[in-house]
């Protein structure tokens, strides 16, 4: 079984700052992929970022970038120079290589103050 | 290059209807999904295919029918709607093979049942 977890139910960040985003994914499986999704006000499910368990460097896509820590099961999102439209609820997922299923966390809700 | 589209939008209906959700894709993906969001749930699979009429059951199957004659479409049915199947529905897919691991939302379909 593979379970999801994000520990902040909520979190805010000002407006050119950067926040993180908690998650860790439990499995026994060594081969899974883990991804963060980015849900806006618009309820549309957007792709942010994906990464590989068996790469061992961390994802990168433009002021997103996650911090993998394979031991630890963590997988957090950290967004730099965060911008107004950045706000919206963020899910990390988890599916294990070859399997079908996504598995999703309960989601942070980010808010960025001007 | 529509991607992924649902159908309805929005639907309300009364309880003890059926009600029928549309899915269509033109990526020729071979897997589709169907999943509902609730506050406080995430996002919890429903059901997902394979391929054309190969169809299994996911983590909230009861009281829902897929079926799936065509690659492109993947419609879900509620049976006999209930209160407690008012929800957002998403369908998703994702390319077939370890290496593609990544799901493709559609917009979105918001079901409330009186």
């Known amino acids: 079984a593979q379970t999801v977890t994000q520990s902040q139910p909520e979190m805010s960040v000002q407006e050119a700052e950067t926040v993180t985003l908690s998650c860790t994914y439990d499995t026994s499986e060594s081969d899974y992929y883990l991804f963060w999704y980015k849900q806006p006000p618009s309820r549309q499910m957007i792709l942010v970022i994906r990464?590989?368990?068996?790469?061992?460097q961390n994802a990168t896509e433009n002021r997103f970038s996650v911090n993998f820590q394979k031991a630890a099961k963590s997988f957090s999102l950290k967004i730099s120079d965060s911008q107004l439209g950045d706000a919206a609820m963020y899910f990390c997922?988890?599916?294990?290589?070859?399997?079908?299923?996504?598995?999703f966390g309960k989601g942070t809700k980010l808010t960025v103050n001007p | 290059d529509a991607g992924i589209t649902q159908s309805p939008r929005y639907k309300i209906t009364e309880t003890g209807r059926q009600v029928t959700l549309m899915c269509h894709q033109t990526?020729?993906?071979?897997?589709m999904f169907w999943y509902r969001q609730d506050l406080g749930h995430g996002l919890r699979l429903i059901y997902y295919s394979a391929a054309a009429d190969i169809t299994d059951k996911g983590e909230v199957p009861d009281g829902y029918v897929v079926s799936r004659s065509k690659t492109e479409n993947f419609p879900l049915t509620l049976e006999s709607a209930t209160r407690s199947q008012t929800s957002v529905y998403f369908c998703a897919s994702r390319g077939t093979g370890r290496g593609t691991p990544t799901q493709y939302f559609g917009p979105g379909t918001r079901l409330l049942v009186l």
């Open positions: 997922a988890g599916a294990q290589g070859g399997s079908e299923k996504l598995v």
């Open positions: 990464q590989e368990a068996y790469k061992q």
């Open positions: 990526w020729s993906h071979s897997y």
